[in-house]
Every structure is written in C-alpha cells, then in structure tokens.
C-alpha cells in the first residue's frame, strides 16, 4: 500500500534552533498537509498545500510542496517550548475517497527550555 | 463553542465486552471520520461518513461498526471481534465531503483493554 516515510522520527533541540523535517512518498500526492499533536490531544491542521512548489508560512512554520510531487517539507524557526509535539505530514491523492488521505508516522518534537 | 466532542476520554475494558465510543460536532460539518493511533505510528483510518445514513469502511474496519443517524453524531462501536483495541481514537470531521484532506479532530478517547 501507499507510504509516507517522515523524517526523522524524533529530534531533540535546544530553544531557539530552527527544526527541519520531511516527508517522502514513491507516490505522487495532489495536496501535502502539516498536522501537529499536542500530548493527548487531537492533531490540528498547520498548513496545507495544493501546487507542487508551492511554499507557504504560518508564523514561523514554513511548508513546501516538493516539486516532483512526492515529497513535502516543514521548518520551524527559533522553536519554544510550545511546540513541543508530533508533527505529522499527510498526502492526498486527486479524485480519492477520504480512504486516499495518508498519513506519515510523526516525528516527535521535544525542545530543551 | 463549535468544536467535536468525544467522550469517554479514558475506557477501560474487559476482553470479550464491546463499547461505544461516542463523537458529536456542531461545526455543521457533512463528513466525520473515525482514526485509530497506536503509539509511533501514523492515523489509520476506520470508517468514515460523508452524509447521514451512509458510511464507507476505512483501512482497519474490522471489528469495529459505526452509524451516522444524525449529522451531528458518528458513534464508533468497538466489539469483541477487535483482536487488539487498546489504542487512542480520534474522531475528526471536513466542512467538504469532497475530500480536502482538512480535518478538525476531536481529543480523542484512549481505550485500554485489560
């Protein structure tokens, strides 16, 4: 079946650092989006995405929609404590049921006050 | 407030017994979906609903049952036939059944199985 590879899978920074992480598909996707889960919680949608190239920010998360269509990426700068969480990244292919909504693994974010 | 609502947020269950899992939106949303998380691993998908009375199976349907009577409530049963239920349930709904991939979840209900 489809897989999202998210990488990686944890990462620990000290406060202040800027965070990389991606996602990457055999697949091609038609929309990429960035969820973010707080401990306990449910996820909430960061950003999504609808057009290969296409870079998009939300304060200081930026997201791109990779050019071949089969990856994404999401930095965060200057990261605080409140970002703590898991990050996931989810593909949607075109024309598909809600079935076709994929999601990555996570990467888990902790931030060092 | 507009928002999903799940409840209970903690479930303890005996093996052999099947409950209910209960989700309501107000947000006036068509399509509600059932996700299923188990730790380091991605949302897989149960059942979901893009109108009242009708629902399609996700991923991972087996041994679950939903219904969707009414829009503004998607209950997820989980029954004895679930070989592995201990696991923490979203509920999330979209303003658009034709699939954005935009989803507002609920808090989720952990269930442990003892």
């Known amino acids: 079946g489809q897989q999202l590879n998210q990488s990686p899978q944890s990462m620990f920074i000290q406060e202040g650092e800027d965070v990389s992480m991606n996602c990457t598909s055999s697949?091609?996707?038609?929309?990429w989006l960035w969820y973010k889960q707080d401990p306990g919680e449910g996820p909430v949608l960061l950003i999504a995405l609808y057009k290969a190239g296409e870079l998009t920010s939300n304060g200081r998360l930026t997201a791109q929609f990779g050019i071949t269509r089969k990856d994404s990426f999401l930095n965060i700068s200057a990261s605080i404590p409140s970002d703590v969480g898991i990050y996931f990244c989810a593909g949607l292919r075109y024309g598909g049921s809600q079935g076709n909504l994929i999601f990555g693994k996570g990467t888990k974010l902790s931030v060092k006050p | 407030d507009g928002g999903i609502t799940q409840s209970p947020k903690y479930l303890f269950r005996k093996e052999g017994q099947n409950v209910t899992l209960s989700c309501e939106q107000n947000?006036?949303?068509?399509?509600m979906y059932w996700y299923r998380q188990d730790p380091g691993q991605g949302l897989r998908l149960i059942y979901y609903?893009?109108?009242?009375?009708?629902?399609q199976k996700g991923d991972i349907a087996e041994g679950y049952s939903v219904s969707r009577e009414k829009k503004e409530s998607f209950p997820l049963t989980v029954t004895s036939a679930q070989k592995n239920p201990t696991a923490f349930y979203l509920c999330a709904s979209s303003r658009d059944p034709s699939n954005t991939g935009e989803l507002f979840f609920g808090e989720g209900s952990r269930l442990t199985v003892l």
């Open positions: 697949s091609i996707f038609n929309t």
């Open positions: 947000l006036n949303h068509d399509a």
């Open positions: 609903s893009q109108i009242v009375n009708d629902f």
